[in-house]
């Protein structure tokens, strides 16, 4: 498995497995980077709030990569991901300003329109991108990954 390729480029196309396994390893650097940021930042504190956020932006990248290629491997293009990642990136920043949330860290109505959101994003790329077969053949993105 080629990592660089799989992160860090937007040509061609790749199979579900392939996504699964970059999945795998964004999981891997979530729950590690995560527990390292509780630790030094506490949960729900302004301070874990934007180091989550800087965490989140350094991702954007690699996770558009592995996203718009398995977009590719659709038919569709890589700039489907964007939906996805920016509205992540926007309800994060939300978040550490405070919007989506009250002092004691409960989602306020807003948040939780936020979190219905993010849930309805995240079940059409669960589907598409996770479940749903890449187009049969070469496409215009290239040939057939399977």
Same mark, same amino acid.
Request: aromatic share 12%.
């Given at each position: 498995m080629d990592f660089n390729y799989l992160y860090l480029s937007l040509d061609g196309r790749?199979?579900?497995?392939?996504?699964?396994?970059?999945?795998?390893?964004?999981?891997?650097i979530a729950l590690v980077v995560g527990l390292i940021i509780a630790v030094i930042a506490g949960l729900n504190t302004t301070l874990g709030l934007i180091l989550a956020l800087i965490v989140e932006i350094v991702l954007i990248y690699p996770a558009y990569c592995l996203m718009g290629k398995r977009f590719q491997?659709? +038919?569709? $293009?890589?700039?489907?991901?964007? /939906?996805?990642?920016? *509205?992540? %990136?926007? #309800?994060?920043?939300?978040?550490?300003?405070?919007?989506?949330?009250?002092?004691? +860290?409960? $989602?306020?109505?807003?948040?939780? /329109?936020?979190?219905? *959101?993010? %849930?309805? #994003?995240?079940?059409?790329?669960?589907?598409?991108l996770g479940i749903l077969r890449g187009t049969v053949g070469p496409n215009e993105y290239g040939p057939d990954p399977v």
């Open positions: 790749i199979g579900r497995q392939s996504y699964w396994i970059g999945i795998a390893g964004f999981v891997v491997d659709r +038919g569709k $293009p890589a700039s489907y991901a964007l /939906i996805g990642l920016a *509205v992540s %990136i926007v #309800i994060a920043l939300l978040g550490v300003l405070g919007i989506t949330h009250d002092a004691l +860290g409960q $989602p306020t109505a807003f948040g939780w /329109i936020c979190n219905v *959101v993010q %849930i309805i #994003i995240g079940v059409w790329f669960l589907v598409e």
